[in-house]
């Protein structure tokens, strides 16, 4: 009995990521009618439709979404094993890494990362995508290489981390605002009008948790998605941000920032990435980048 046809797994792991026969198709620069083809026969094979049509798109079927993460897995792993061993050699590296951050990261750290990747490996290209959610799909997909930020029970128990340094929120008004004037009690802050930064458009967060343990409430005048574009907002106008301290230092430099007046637990900013990527020497040195370029910004012993 011939055994089963093992290029299809790479056809099937590009349908079930594209979950579109035509995109499928261009991603393998086959035709559409060949896609097509080779969709028929995983259905034949697997004994499963895999794809069906709802409406004008195509969705998963149960059975395709168990198999989605583990046929993904298996391609990489056969990547991984025909990929000829090599020694590392920066100067030499041609590689697009795609990093998943903040804004806030980006402003800080991002001109050294950028100057010291030009420097140890030339060929070497960065790539900076915004973090709209802490989904975990685009580094188990392979979209992102690395990413930054705070590891939280939404992140998938497989995705490996390594911190980078703890940080803590500060408020943040214009040079001259009334809060930069005299002390900032709980009640003078809350009283402010504020500039909440949300990417889940949620209208609350721990601050206001800890306000409201005294009886009070902060009138929230806006929401928006990052920390550059609330401190924006707040150097215009008399609006108050409260942003991590350490991620938007070189932004608050023209700016007043203050403790704020309320217990809010320091958090981690740490480094993720997913288990396939532990062993590439490439990935490994970009890692050991970012860690070095933050201790470095931050003034701390970075230590291997």
């Given at each position: 009995m011939p055994g089963p046809d093992l290029n299809l797994l790479l056809t099937l792991d590009v349908l079930l990521t594209e979950g579109n026969v035509a995109r499928a198709a261009k991603r393998l620069h086959l035709s559409p009618s060949a896609m097509s083809r080779a969709l028929a026969r995983l259905r034949e094979t697997t004994g499963d439709p895999l794809l069906v049509r709802a409406g004008r798109g195509l969705v998963?079927?149960?059975?395709?979404?168990?198999l989605r993460e583990r046929v993904g897995q298996l391609v990489q792993e056969t990547q991984a094993v025909l990929r000829p061993a090599e020694n590392l050699d920066?100067?030499?590296?041609?590689?697009?890494?795609?990093?998943?951050?903040?804004?806030?990261?980006?402003?800080s750290f991002g001109p050294g990362l950028i100057a010291r990747i030009n420097e140890q490996a030339p060929g070497?290209?960065?790539?900076?995508?915004a973090k709209?959610?802490?989904?975990?799909?685009?580094?188990?997909?392979?979209?992102?290489?690395?990413?930054t930020g705070v590891a939280g029970t939404s992140t998938s128990p497989e995705i490996r981390?390594?911190?980078?340094?703890r940080d803590r929120f500060v408020g943040v008004v214009r040079a001259g605002h009334p809060l930069s004037q005299g002390e900032i009690t709980p009640e003078n802050y809350a009283a402010g009008r504020h500039v909440l930064v949300s990417r889940r458009e949620q209208d609350r967060g721990p601050i206001d948790d800890a306000l409201q343990t005294l009886g009070l409430e902060r009138d929230i005048a806006t929401i928006v998605g990052g920390?550059?574009?609330?401190?924006?907002?707040?150097?215009?106008?008399?609006?108050?941000?409260?942003?991590?301290?350490?991620?938007?230092?070189?932004?608050r430099a023209d700016m007043f920032s203050f403790d704020l007046p309320v217990s809010i637990p320091v958090f981690t900013v740490s480094m993720l990435w997913h288990p396939r990527m532990d062993a590439d020497p490439a990935h490994r040195w970009l890692?050991?980048?970012v860690r070095e370029v933050c201790a470095e910004q931050l003034g701390?012993?970075?230590?291997?």
């Open positions: 998963p079927t149960p059975r395709a979404l168990e920066l100067k030499r590296l041609v590689r697009r890494f795609t990093l998943r951050t903040s804004e806030g990261f980006i402003e070497v290209r960065l790539r900076f995508v709209t959610s802490k989904d975990s799909t685009p580094l188990r997909d392979g979209s992102v290489d690395l990413e981390t390594r911190a980078l340094f920390f550059a574009t609330a401190l924006t907002l707040a150097r215009a106008t008399d609006l108050i941000a409260s942003v991590p301290e350490r991620h938007t230092g070189s932004l890692r050991d980048c701390e012993t970075w230590t291997p």
